[in-house]
């Protein structure tokens, strides 16, 4: 089947079997390998993507409903150069230490952070409840993500 | 070299840039032209003899390239995965290691042991053909608990009572005659839950042969690819060492379950080079569950003997160790060397006494996961004596403080083989007492039992022994391999540096720490210094990351490197500014001529090594210096954690209210990271004590085989954690330092369950303590 979705500000049309995941269109189709699959259950978030400007798992969505989207990566947020200030925030606190789960945990916590203007710490450890970390233990990802919303 | 990105500073990671971006690349991001997909065929029974497989409609399919089994791998002449650790048993006999091939040949042992492997041109089609696959089984009685194994039948054929070892530490005569002697003996009975490691990138390979040069090569999410080269040549027999080159590029986490030599990676190499095309597998999180080697999962007795004064005097332990299936790579060390010699804990208990089986089952094979021993050790210890403390009637932090090794003590000899080389335990201790408030605690009670909670402290007085290890030791206790580690310093013509390390990252931070080391020692600039590690093909040698070792001694070994830099370049500089070499002095990055201003610079001297117009006859060109560093001792971090909790005595959850860390890792390279090391470890270890629990059914399937039903811990179950130091330097290795990447998982479990067991008033909660767990206590 075809897909036309835009990722990053940029228009796709893509031949895709029918149950490509978007998290594989990404990643296999278009090369976009910063958003990682960490299970196969829905339940660690490391596929975390925003389509039509909400956060969605990427593999629990079927590049087919993505028909027409809007998609945004980690790679689309922010550059070396030019970082959103969840992804400076991130690396000021030192939020991240494998690196694995950070890209859907910033994407997660931008969607969380721009819904919740004003978010405390129990609201962004509720708010990430959906994310997975084994490293950090979540301390210095709650700090930036408040660090982050002050300053977004 | 600026003073703010030395020693000492908490520097930004270096590494972070390409994680925040997306840009990291971990061994699933690669791709190769031709590659082909590989899935495994995995036994669904926990104990079966594989009678038949029948490939041929598998084979049939299209983009199917090949189906292989454990047969033709037996025909290609491939070895075991062999266990890297002999243990000697009590009567002086090696343990009896069970065969283990990669791919299962004539009967498969555990839910998920691979038996062969399918190769297809996609995912997907890899996936289907090993549904099409048909193996008959005979199935057999699994033997899934661990108490009635050594009583069933044998899981191998050459292994009595399911019996790998029945090992011994210390002097059981005497413990038992002090134990007599003691006016009061504490007893309990213990579980240490099975847990599953679950770093967030699952296992992945990719395996890549050249026919023309018979170059084989292996990207892999692994912890030490040396190692994993050295097994795979040396005991697999895949290819020559020196035809194999293994790349652990960005890896997402480990905490010991990517240490070990495993089927799946083994297996797709040697598919590559039967196909003749680029192999790549990913685990998915499923097969992670079945197939990474899993942690703890103990039983044991532990008695406590005291005095009339409470002062300790003989520590009897018996446990029983879950070794699972088969032998993995270091599961023999865990529960013996990394376990028993820790029992002393913090305390100058004269006589101690261990004995561990190990015991085969069918599930999935035990092996090193955080902490590796040292967890279940400080578990054993600190909950007897908490335990003690409730029968004497006595405060817990008052009994730990009188038993403790004092300062002036050390080097201080324990009944167990090891030689604490420094600490200051009390000194953590009450640093921890006063963050926790430790005197208030009873209005804390009070207050909480008005808003019907109850809420309880707990105190985890933690020692590991670190910075793994002497080699000489650890090879007289049946390590297979030395365990130093190598650096390289390179300084460029240019005057920049690249720093080569046998330690590998997967989270640690080790660009940005061991640059910070090399700046400090070099006196160059931290961006100036590159660190590159995790290829067999680029770093001459290395035994990896595991066991809080890689400041210790790949820290080490690259302050030795960087003496040889200074040497060499003081010879150098000697010549050019014509001075006599006992003159020279370096500092800053500056050889200077003593008492003079004639100087060079480093990168001065690096450019005439590399140019040598001007240069001493007798010296080789160039300025590059490897070091091997092996340790003198281990070394022993060492604090006090202590957990407060509050109980729903409706509903049996149980809330992390605080949590402070008190930890003494001697000098710190980066505070930063240290820090989130403790985080991390800390909420593992609140895992292992609140959540986590890897299950078997009778029938030996896994009952906790995804994020489903394996509950994680989120960031909505842990409070902010509080995190200090006391520092005593360690005595023997160049940098002072201890190692810090452990501490948090040893201690924390321990903490929190006495803090439950406060609570509660209870003893009788094991981990994890569970809603359903405490509220059938809180029932009586
Ligand atoms: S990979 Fe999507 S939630 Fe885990
Ligand atoms: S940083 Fe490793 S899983 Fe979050």
Redesign the interface.
Known sequence: MQVEVTVNGQAHVLEVADNTLLVELLRENLGLTGTHVGCDTSQCGACTVHMDGRSVKACTVLAAQAQGAEVVTIEGIGSADALHPMQEAFRDCHALQCGFCTPGMIMSAIDLVSRNPGIDNAGVRAGLEGNICRCTGYHNIVRAVIQAAQNM | MAKEQGIGAAV??K????????????T??LNQPGQLYAAFLRSPYARADILDIRSEEAEALEGVVAVLTGVQMAEDGLGDLPCGWQVKQKDGSDMVSAPHPPLAVQAVNYVGEPYGIVVADSI?TALQAAELVTTEFRELDPIVDLVLATDSERIHADVARNLAYDWELGDAEATDAAMQRAAHVTRIEITNNRLIP?????RAALGIYEAATEEHTLYTTSQNPHLERLVLSAFVQIAPEHKLRVIAP????G?GSKIFIYAEETAVLWAARRVGRPVKW?A???EAFLADAHGRDHLTTVELGLDAQNNFVALRVSTRANLGAYLSTFGSSVPTYLYGTLMAGQYRTPNIHVEVSGVYTNTSPVDAYRGAGRPEATYVVERVVETAARELGVDPADLRRKNMIPPDAFPYETPVALVYDTGNYEASLDKALALADYVAIAERKAEAAGRGKRRGIGLACYIEACGLAPSKLAIALGAGVGLYESGEIRVNPTGNVTVFTGSHS????HETTFAQVVADRLGVEFDAVEVVHGDTGRVEFGLGTYGSRSIAVGGSALCRAADKIIAKGSRIAAHMLEAELEDIDFADGQFQVRDSNRSLSLGEVAFASYVPADYPEDLEPGLSEKAFYDPENFTYPAGTHIAEVEVDVDTGVVELVSFIAVDDFGHVINP??V???V??????GVGQALLEHGIYDDQGQLQTG???DYC?????D?P??VVDATVTPCPHNPLGVKGCGEA?AIGAPAAVINAVVDALGTNDISMPATPEKVWRALQG
Not at chain 2, 250 to 253: A, L, P, S, T, W
Not at chain 2, 506 to 509: D, I, L, R, S
């Open positions: 930004k990671r590494e972070d840039l390409r994680f925040i971006t997306g840009s990291g690349r971990y699933d991001d997907a679950n770093a967030m990138e699952p960005d890896v997402g986490g905490f990913t998915s999180r499923s997967h989270g640690q931070g930063m990271i820090e989130g090391q985080h991390g470890g800390v909420v593992q995804s994020y489903m994680m811990p989120r960031a909505d842990v902010d954690l948090g």
